[in-house]
């Protein structure tokens, strides 16, 4: 191959040895520069078909550890990744798919969620019965709801929603639609405890914040997709403390 990465493969084929660590600074200085995602985005160093890669691959050497905080990358003997067709994954056209190969690319997922439940206070009924919920903003963000305190309640109960307007959902909650099935559905859930002497707590979270192996940065809960992953993530705390009853319905495990 010749261009940018050329010098960092002629460096490679030249190491022995079945494993061998770099420095960004050392990196940088072969190839004359790194781009800024080399410093902070695992996918630029996945043992891929982009250019980079093609350098270490070429040289029989595929990357096994990336440290953004310690600027360094550990490259291991032996080729892996590619392009999909490279890997077999996708045949050529006109050609039927070949048997997967031995060697892969060894995907790690490797996702963690920080956020903090923010602005708790408690939902209860006014003087009329209906449900009364605290001021929330008008935000995207994720809610929990704790049910506890009724009589004969032995462990709380607990449900984790998200949603693109916080005040809006509580809106929902407490005058639900004749089509909002699972608005009604809380809303009675939440009414009868209250009713029967027990006690209901909320709190919210309005941003968070994403870790992808040794790179932190802000979860926008602007996109479905991050309030999902962020519910999702409270829900699994839920089960793994094992301490409350949790009310989100599981299509897996409902009748």
Known sequence: MSGKYEPLRQHLAARDGSSVELTFAEIAELVHGLPASAYGSRQWWANSSLTQAEAWRQADWHVEMVSFDGRR??????????????????????????VPPAEFDPAELDVRVRMRWQLPAAVTLDETGRLLFPVLPRTSGVYRLILSGAPGQDRPKI????????????????????????????HDLLAEHLHHGGVVGMAVATSATIVTGDVAQELSLRRKTARVLAEHAALAMVYLDDAALVLNRDKDSEP
């Open 73 to 98: 990358v550990r490259f291991a003997r032996g080729k892996v990744g590619g392009s999909y067709l490279a890997r077999g994954r996708r045949p050529a056209k006109g050609e039927t798919a070949p």
């Open 159 to 186: 449900y984790v929603g998200e949603s693109e307007n916080l005040s809006r959902r509580t809106g929902h909650y407490r005058r639900p639609g004749p089509t909002q099935q699972t608005s009604q559905r809380v």
